[in-house]
């Protein structure tokens, strides 16, 4: 979805999408991670989960937001060809939508949030408006 595409009905339609493909995934077995990394949960900084592709970084993210905050997120797979040509300046958008279909959540989860250009500067407001985040990625770039 180039940013000239990215209409209301286009964006809602990929948001949900997405929530929902994710709540359907495979949660497999509780990786060795899960209660080490969810008891920084508490902590204000953003948790970063890094590692090489195919390797369960959203499977954790998952049983995170199954175990310790079920219905308290949003999900964002940045790692979906329909995010192409999107531009930072459009995470408000996102956000609002956001709020729009699903209500007021506490916690985002953004899964290979590396393939935006200047992801930071969202994660980086997000965080200053007390929201905590969990971002996955796979490579150096985070």
């Not at 948001?15 to 080490?36: H, I, K, T, V």
């Not at 929201?131 to 796979?138: D, R």
């Amino acid at each position: 979805m180039s940013e000239n595409n990215l209409s209301s009905s286009n964006l809602r339609f990929l948001l949900s999408e997405q929530l929902e493909r994710f709540n359907r995934m495979d949660r497999g077995y509780p990786r060795e991670a899960l209660d080490r990394v969810g008891s920084h949960l508490k902590s204000p900084h953003v948790i970063v989960i890094t590692g090489l592709r195919r390797s369960g970084k959203s499977t954790l993210q998952a049983q995170l937001a199954q175990t310790f905050f079920p219905n308290d997120y949003y999900y964002l797979n940045f790692d979906d060809e329909r995010w192409t040509g999107f531009e930072t300046a459009s995470f408000s958008r996102i956000h609002e939508t956001l709020i729009e279909l699903f209500g007021e959540k506490h916690y985002f989860l953004l899964d290979e949030v590396q393939n935006i250009p200047r992801w930071e500067l969202f994660v980086r407001r997000l965080y200053d408006e007390g929201h905590k985040l969990i971002i996955t990625g796979s490579n150096a770039s985070l």
